[in-house]
């Protein structure tokens, strides 16, 4: 039979190194384990059976992908990008139109307050009996 130790079974199933030990914690497992020297070797066979392997072509494939190029929906992407920062930056320009217009609003208010004056003291009442 063909045994392999943990660190080739994560190589060879993609896996953690985690995952491989709750495999081979279960008690269905112990007949397909082999301990040499305090070493832990798993079925080959078993294993597969678990976890199916990684194939090497998908390797080659990320590794050879050319990333220089960009992609149509990347383009548009950024485009799209470009477009919600100028208006996140229009929507903060107007903000600041708004607080400046409601600040003259308020000193427009405060002055119109100070120019009417106290309205009790520029109506006096006559006495009844003056005409």
Known sequence: MNYIDI????KLTGKSDKTIR??????????FLND????????????LSCYSAISEVKKETRQNLDTTEKSPLDVS???????????EQEIRHKD?????????????????LLL????????????????
């Open 77 to 87: 992407m950024l485009e799209l990008q470009n477009k919600v920062a100028l208006y």
């Open 22 to 31: 709750r495999l081979l914690s279960k008690e269905a497992s112990k007949p």
């Open 116 to 131: 009417e004056g106290p309205k009790d003291q520029s109506k006096k009442k006559k006495p009844w009996w003056k005409f």
């Open 36 to 47: 040499v020297d305090g070493k832990l070797f798993i079925n080959v066979n078993y294993l």
């Open 7 to 10: 660190k080739e079974a994560v």
């Open 96 to 112: 600041e139109l708004l607080n400046e217009k409601n600040d003259r609003i308020m000193d427009l208010q405060r002055s119109l």
